[in-house]
C-alpha cells in the first residue's frame, strides 16, 4: 500500500531515495502509474515524484541530440531540429496524454518511441548511488536498468531527414496501441544502401533491430526486389503474440508488406 510521496529536488537526493528505499516506484509523467496505482496494481509504498529534477528539456546544439528524460512527449512536437520523428509522436496516444506523458516513462513502459531510439542507436543517461553511466539503447533491452537507477536523458545523432522512415499499423487512425510498427533510418550511396538500422516495435517482448534484413539491404540497391527479399528475411527476427489488437499469425503476415512500403516510401 502506498503510505507516502517523496517529491525531491535534485538527482542526488532521488537517487538517495532510492537507495535507501530500495523497493520504492518512479513517478514521472503519471499516466500509467496513476492509472495502475488507483487500480490497485502498484504494490510500493514510497513513490519518487520525478517532477521538480532539472532532467527535462532538448538540446539540439550540433548533430548530436541530447532530451531530458521528464521532456513531455507534446514538446518534441514543437522542436524543429525534431521535424523527422513528429509524424511517428503524432501517433503516440492523444494530444491531452502527450500533454502529460514523459518521454522517459514512455520508454520505460514500452511505449513507441522506443522503437525510433533504437532506430537512431541512442544512448541512454542513467543515474545511480554508483554515479552517471552512460548505455546503449540495446543494452538497455537485453538487462534493463540497475536496481535504483533513475533514467537522466537519451541521446542520438539527427539524422538526414532523408534517411528517416516510420509507419505505425493501428486498429484505429489515431491514439491506438500498434499492431506492429516501424522505424528505420536508411542511408544512401547514389542508389546504394549503407548500414541501414531497421528498428521494429509491437513484434517481441521489446522493440526488435530487424538485423537480418539490415544485412541483406546493406550494399544492395533500394529497388522493389532487394527490399522485398530482404524485408521477408526480418520474420527471422520476431517473436509476436496475440493480444487484443491482432493475432502473431496476422503480424506475421503482414510485416513484410508493410516493412517494404516504408523503406521504399521516399524512393518511388
Not at 537507495?19 to 495502475?36: E, M, R, S, W, Y
Request: proline share 5%; net charge negative.
Amino acid at each position: 500500500m502506498l503510505e507516502n510521496i517523496e517529491i525531491p529536488e535534485t538527482l542526488e537526493d532521488a537517487v538517495g531515495i532510492l537507495a535507501d528505499q530500495p523497493g520504492a516506484g518512479i513517478l514521472a509523467g503519471g499516466t500509467i502509474a496513476v492509472a495502475v496505482l488507483k487500480a490497485g496494481g502498484l504494490k510500493v509504498q514510497t513513490l519518487v515524484d520525478l517532477s521538480r529534477l532539472p532532467i527535462a528539456g532538448i538540446n539540439t546544439d550540433g548533430a548530436r541530440i541530447s532530451i531530458g528524460a521528464m521532456t513531455l512527449l507534446s514538446d518534441l512536437l514543437e522542436n524543429d531540429a525534431l521535424a523527422f520523428m513528429h509524424e511517428a509522436v503524432r501517433c503516440m496516444a492523444s494530444p491531452t496524454i502527450r500533454n502529460s506523458a514523459t518521454i522517459g516513462g514512455n520508454l520505460i513502459i514500452g511505449g513507441d518511441l522506443g522503437v525510433c531510439l533504437l532506430a537512431l542507436q541512442s544512448e541512454l543517461v542513467v543515474a545511480g548511488a554508483e554515479g552517471v553511466r552512460r548505455i546503449p539503447i540495446d543494452e538497455y533491452y537485453t538487462a534493463g536498468l540497475r536496481a535504483g537507477e533513475i533514467l537522466t536523458a537519451m541521446e542520438f545523432d539527427a539524422p538526414d531527414r532523408a534517411t528517416w522512415r516510420h509507419c505505425k499499423v493501428m486498429r484505429k487512425k489515431a491514439a491506438s496501441y500498434a499492431v506492429l510498427s516501424i522505424a528505420a533510418v536508411v542511408p544512401l550511396n547514389g542508389s546504394i544502401v549503407e548500414r541501414p538500422r531497421i528498428a521494429l516495435g509491437a513484434l517481441a517482448p521489446t522493440p526488435v533491430r530487424a538485423r537480418r534484413c539490415e544485412g541483406m539491404l546493406d550494399g544492395k540497391p533500394l529497388d522493389p526486389e532487394v527490399v522485398n527479399a530482404a524485408a521477408t528475411e526480418a520474420l527471422a527476427d520476431i517473436e509476436p503474440v496475440d493480444d487484443a489488437f491482432a493475432s502473431a499469425w496476422y503480424r506475421r503476415r503482414v510485416l513484410p508488406v508493410y516493412l517494404s512500403r516504408t523503406l521504399l516510401a521516399d524512393n518511388e
